[in-house]
C-alpha cells in the first residue's frame, strides 16, 4: 500500500517555474516507479514524465528541456521541477506509482489527490 500526496502547485507566469513534490508512505517506495501526469478540464489524464526505480527516465515530447523528475529515495518523495512554463501546462497534475515505467494511466495503481498548477499570459 501507498499513500501520495503532491504539493507546490499554484499561479505562475508564463515563462516562470515551479516544482512539485510528491511524498510517498510506505517503505517499499524505491520498488516503485514514479510517473506525473497532467489532467486539463474537459480532457482526459495525460502522461508527463516516468522515473523507473533504476533512476532512467522519459518524457512527453512537450515537457523536454523545459521539466525535470528526480527522486530521492530516503526521503521517500519524487520531484517535477518545471521551467519555461506556458499557458497550456495549466492542469491538475498527479502523481502517480505503479511498479514499471510506463506512460499509460491503468498502469499505475496508486495515485495522489493532484495538485493545481495555473499558467497565467
Known amino acids: 500500500q501507498v499513500q501520495l500526496v503532491e504539493s507546490g502547485g499554484g499561479l505562475v507566469q508564463a515563462g516562470g517555474s515551479l516544482r512539485l513534490s510528491c511524498a510517498a508512505s510506505g517503505r517499499t517506495f524505491r520498488s516503485y516507479a514514479m510517473a506525473w501526469f497532467l489532467q486539463a478540464p474537459g480532457k482526459e489524464r495525460e502522461f508527463v514524465v516516468v522515473i523507473s526505480r533504476y533512476g532512467s527516465t522519459l518524457y512527453t515530447d512537450s515537457v523536454k528541456g523545459r521539466f525535470t523528475i528526480s527522486r530521492d529515495n530516503a526521503k521517500d518523495t519524487v520531484y517535477l521541477q518545471m521551467n519555461s512554463l506556458k499557458p497550456e501546462d495549466t492542469a491538475v497534475y498527479y502523481c502517480?506509482?505503479?511498479?514499471?515505467?510506463?506512460?499509460?494511466?491503468?498502469?499505475?495503481?496508486?495515485w495522489g489527490q493532484g495538485t493545481q498548477v495555473t499558467v497565467s499570459s
Open positions: 502517480a506509482a505503479g511498479p514499471r515505467a510506463n506512460t499509460y494511466t491503468t498502469e499505475y495503481g496508486y
